[in-house]
């Protein structure tokens, strides 16, 4: 749980750099595909390339994919026809896939935690809903991909470390996890990347550093790790935890304009969820 707790925090100081210095500014596949080299390089001298798990290898560059490069690529790509605060309401439904791949995995339907990942939907909902335009159907539907690749990768990630255990350290082969993210994000750069967007500044490319070996290197690896440690209700509801935690670095550093009241009932109704999901749990 700590782990989660700390990348939440972690990832929601990236976004408001995003927000500030790169949106608009940089190429996104290129901003996208400079995350994941400079992660890679970070795994690069201690990924072990023989010895692995043929199951381990597949898996981790398929759940890279997925979480990484899908997401990505269609977040950025939903900005083409929604507002800022549409593609902020839509995400909120990750959740709700959690649940329901984790379920489907294990051959199960779990109630409590569903209610918890509903209630977590809700309670985000709160905080970000600022109406909804006409004609977002497409985006709408790009931005339900994206929720589904990043539930499907962590949802994969934690069974498959399940499935497949070893005594191999997973900081040993996690680096297979941005090959896979490369395989999807290179050729989409190769083909629609805007070369006249490329970074010009040196903040651009410290912001750029700093989210590829802080926010993906080491928060994904964190986050999966953290995935793997705790039950899927539980990763439900912190999936929606970083709208909080992200309004308020927004409200404390870059001094934005916040509804308080929202903010607050949104972050008990969050909690709300984590509660429910772990008694939940313990009466069954």
Avoid at 165 to 182: E, K
Wanted: charged letters at 10%; proline letters at 4%.
């Amino acid at each position: 749980m700590r782990y989660l707790v700390f990348v939440t925090v972690l990832w929601a100081f990236s976004f408001s750099l995003i927000d500030e210095y790169l949106a608009g500014q940089v190429d996104a596949d290129f901003a996208v595909l400079s995350r994941v080299v400079f992660a890679g390089l970070v795994f690069l001298p201690i990924t072990k390339w023989h010895g692995v798990r043929r199951e381990l290898v597949t898996g981790t560059v398929i759940v890279g994919a997925l979480q990484f490069g899908v997401t990505y690529l269609c977040l950025y790509r939903s900005f083409l026809f929604l507002s800022a605060p549409e593609v902020l309401l839509f995400t909120i439904l990750t959740p709700v896939f959690v649940t329901l791949f984790d379920d489907a995995l294990n051959r199960r339907f779990s109630p409590v935690a569903l209610v918890a990942a509903l209630l977590a939907v809700v309670g985000a909902g709160v905080i970000r809903y600022d109406g909804i335009t006409g004609g977002y159907i497409a985006g709408f539907l790009l931005l339900q991909v994206a929720n589904a690749s990043f539930a499907a990768g962590q949802v994969g990630y934690k069974n498959l470390v399940k499935w497949y255990p070893t005594d191999i350290p997973p900081i040993r082969f996690f680096g297979y996890f941005f090959a896979g993210a490369l395989l999807v994000i290179l050729p989409s750069w190769l083909i629609f990347g805007d070369t006249t967007l490329m970074p010009q500044t040196i903040a651009h490319w410290s912001v750029l550093l700093w989210l590829g070996f802080g926010a993906s290197a080491v928060g994904l690896f964190l986050w999966n790790s953290g995935a793997t440690k705790v039950d899927a209700g539980t990763l439900a509801v912190m999936n929606n935890a970083v709208i909080p935690v992200g309004l308020l670095v927004n409200l404390i550093i870059w001094n934005r304009d916040a509804d308080l009241i929202r903010l607050a009932l949104g972050a008990v109704i969050l909690l709300m969820a984590l509660w429910i999901n772990r008694h939940g749990r313990l009466w069954r």
